[in-house]
């Protein structure tokens, strides 16, 4: 009989349960709280994808094989040269949520206690910044209220900028499972495209680009009009209610390009609904009035006292599968890890103590499109790359990779030999991929779980903490003697001691005597846990901020607008998706969704190639025509490579406009210009 080893998926933030074998067996863990066995279309595929083709094996130096000791040496030898001659800031690391827990925590900690500077941000940054920066303004800490039980027990689900169907599938199956077994569930999308999503919603609201604030605000007045705020709650917990109502009243409703009655319907089925979750992904995320979008629907939330109880409460949907434990370490160049604030003195004292590191880095370092702005203009003297490929997944792609080339010293540590992104490196260092590395997990919901080996290690290849670590000591840091995952864990658990003398949310200590072998599923602070049904925010007088959102004004008609989101089928850059020919026949090649009217406009029909163009860059298309994309609007995918499909490089159109509070990329609202080509 085939042995299963229990892991977790490694694709999206839904974080589901995985039992796998070396022959390719993958099935759903039955007995995950994520997913209880279920699996989608990528999960079930997994087993398609472990093979070694294209894997890079031995590590390279300008472009030979060479051994670790000559290509880590390289790396310490670079970075501490550039420290040495141009200061700590000088040097950056930009790595992953693919990357594991204890691999963020090990990268983290050389930078920000060791180096001393806090250039090290993530892939992350693209995905949820906007939703930290709208938990910390609004709880004091960037804490995650509800749990996916929560989606189950809600009367009202509302899903604000995601394609749940598609970019988190088993929790949308979980959705609709629980419509089965209560038909008087309902599920408003709200989106500026109709979806897979849409389709098994009660009610689709084709909002405008970045209509969404002028839409809570207006729920807010509506809220405080019908007199349905929850006067105990706000006098208990709340700070900031009138200021927020009077800036919401200022709203225009039309901003949302909805008609009088899709508001009413929606406002009163949200009022009149005691058990509202809110669930919302990069279409709040990903805009350059992202964290205002959280925090306009936050505050709805808050003035109700619609939070932190069964059924009802915010809940964000994170894109990648640790995009949550970086938080937990501190992987974005604005935090510490067990969310402590760089900002704050006595936090980095405790971070320093608790290391016993030679120096804390004092101030912020640059978030991801800053820092690619750094090494243009050749601030940057020796730059790590880890499990990412930001030369194509980054906004305004292009100028991105002559950014990185115009780095006198670039490291790239990926499971595959060619990238984008590793074709720019002096050295490639090979690492260990999914189902040959240990490590934990945190999913959208603070579970955090176990990923384990079950395949041997490939060639070369070593875990990322363990490259890492070897290059730490090699530029001549003690504290990074680490022989196993379990250790760094462990440390991490430790700190997480430490912080909790500053009461933060990140209460690891249920975890305290953990068999890190053994580990199961686990929740922190414990299973089950919600947060602010009772207060107890983060903020130092224990209140939560509701923040007065002023809409932003709305960019005057691009001839096009660019949407841009993932596949069914397909992750990130397809390294791993693309492996599996029965994924890639969902949509074989690149391709653009616009609506018959505009399709006609440029006289195009369904198969033609249409030209894409704005000042960034230009692409080739395939016309998708059809009545779910709104006029004026286009929607393209983000998957194809400058090395798989060049004219299909959709982030070489996005311009790298970012939420001036977060930092993230505004993905979603690029302007364009089309042609038939
Ligand atoms: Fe993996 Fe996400 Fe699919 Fe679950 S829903 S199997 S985590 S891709």
Redesign the pocket.
């Known amino acids: 009989m085939t042995e299963l080893t229990r892991t977790t998926?490694p694709?999206?933030?839904?974080?589901?349960g995985?039992l796998a074998a070396p022959d390719g067996t993958i099935q759903g863990d039955p007995d995950h709280p994520?997913?209880f066995g279920?699996?989608?279309s990528?999960?079930?595929a997994l087993g398609e994808t472990i093979d070694l083709e294209g894997r890079l094996l031995t590590p390279m130096v300008d472009n030979a094989p060479a051994s670790w000791d000559t290509a880590l040496g390289q790396v310490a030898e670079k970075f501490s040269a550039a420290i040495d001659t141009y200061g700590s800031d000088s040097v950056a690391f930009y790595v992953s949520g693919q990357l594991l827990t204890e691999d963020y925590y090990v990268a983290n900690k050389l930078m920000k206690g060791y180096i001393g500077s806090a250039n090290i941000d993530t892939n992350s940054r693209l995905c949820m910044a906007s939703s930290v920066a709208g938990h910390k303004r609004a709880f004091g800490s960037d804490t995650v209220p509800q749990t996916y039980e929560d989606l189950e027990e809600a009367d009202l689900i509302v899903l604000v900028g995601s394609n749940l169907a598609w970019c988190?599938?088993?929790?949308f199956q979980r959705i609709i499972e629980a419509k089965k077994t209560r038909p008087n569930l309902r599920i408003i999308n709200i989106d500026p495209r109709r979806t897979a999503t849409s389709e098994f919603s009660d009610m689709h609201l084709n909002i405008a680009p970045d209509g969404d604030i002028a839409l809570f605000n207006g729920l807010l007045a509506h809220i405080a009009d019908q007199g349905a705020q929850n006067n105990v709650y706000i006098n208990a917990y709340i700070n900031g209610y009138e200021d927020a109502v009077a800036t919401a009243r200022l709203s225009n409703p039309a901003d949302t390009d909805l008609s009088p009655a899709e508001l009413e319907a929606f406002y009163t089925a949200w009022t009149g609904t005691e058990k509202v979750v809110t669930l919302y992904s990069q279409g709040v995320n990903q805009s350059s009035c992202g964290s205002d979008k959280v925090n306009a629907i936050l505050n709805c939330h808050l003035a109700t006292g619609r939070i932190g109880k069964p059924g009802c409460g915010p809940l964000s949907a994170t894109g990648q599968?640790n995009a949550m434990g970086g938080r937990e370490v501190g992987g974005l160049a604005n935090m510490l890890a067990n969310h402590l604030d760089l900002d704050n003195a006595a936090h980095r004292d405790a971070v320093q103590t608790f290391w016993n590191s030679p120096t804390i880095s004092d101030h912020q370092g640059l978030k991801a499109v800053d820092l690619f702005d750094a090494c243009a203009r050749g601030e940057i003297k020796a730059l790590w790359v880890m499990s990412t490929n930001p030369a194509v997944s980054l906004p305004d792609a292009n100028r991105v990779a002559e950014a990185i080339a115009n780095v006198p010293f670039v490291a790239v540590s990926d499971i595959m030999a060619r990238t984008d992104t590793g074709d720019l490196a002096d050295v490639l260092l090979p690492a260990t991929g999914w189902g040959e590395k240990d490590g934990t997990v945190t999913n959208s919901e603070r579970r955090i779980s176990r990923q384990r080996a079950f395949l041997p290690t490939p060639g070369q290849c070593r875990p990322d903490w363990d490259i890492v670590a070897d290059v730490a000591r090699r530029m001549g840091f003690s504290g990074f003697d680490y022989t196993s995952p379990a250790e760094i864990f462990a440390e991490y658990i430790a700190l997480g001691d430490a912080a909790q003398r500053f009461h933060r949310d990140l209460d690891l200590s249920v975890f305290a005597d953990v068999d890190y072998a053994n580990l199961l599923p686990t929740q922190w602070p414990r299973n089950g846990a919600r947060f602010f049904a009772e207060g107890g925010f983060y903020h130092a007088d224990g209140k939560a901020k509701m923040l007065p959102i002023s809409a932003p004004k709305l960019s005057q008609n691009p001839q096009f607008s660019l949407n841009t989101g993932r596949n069914r089928d397909q992750?990130h850059t397809m390294t791993r998706t693309g492996k599996a020919p029965r994924l890639g026949a969902h949509l074989a090649e690149p391709y653009l969704e616009i609506h018959p009217s505009d399709a006609a406009q440029i006289d195009v029909v369904e198969g033609d190639l249409v030209a894409v163009e704005n000042t960034c860059g230009d692409g080739i298309l395939r016309a998708l025509i059809t009545p779910r994309a709104t006029p004026g609007q286009v929607f393209a995918p983000m998957h194809w490579t400058r090395q798989k499909a060049p004219s299909g490089m959709i982030n070489s159109l996005i311009r790298p406009e970012v939420d001036p509070v977060s930092g993230q990329p505004a993905s979603k609202t690029g302007a364009v210009e089309l042609r038939k080509f």
């Open positions: 998926c694709y999206c933030g839904v974080g589901c995985v994520a997913n279920r699996l989608c990528k999960g079930s988190h599938p088993v929790l599968p992750w």
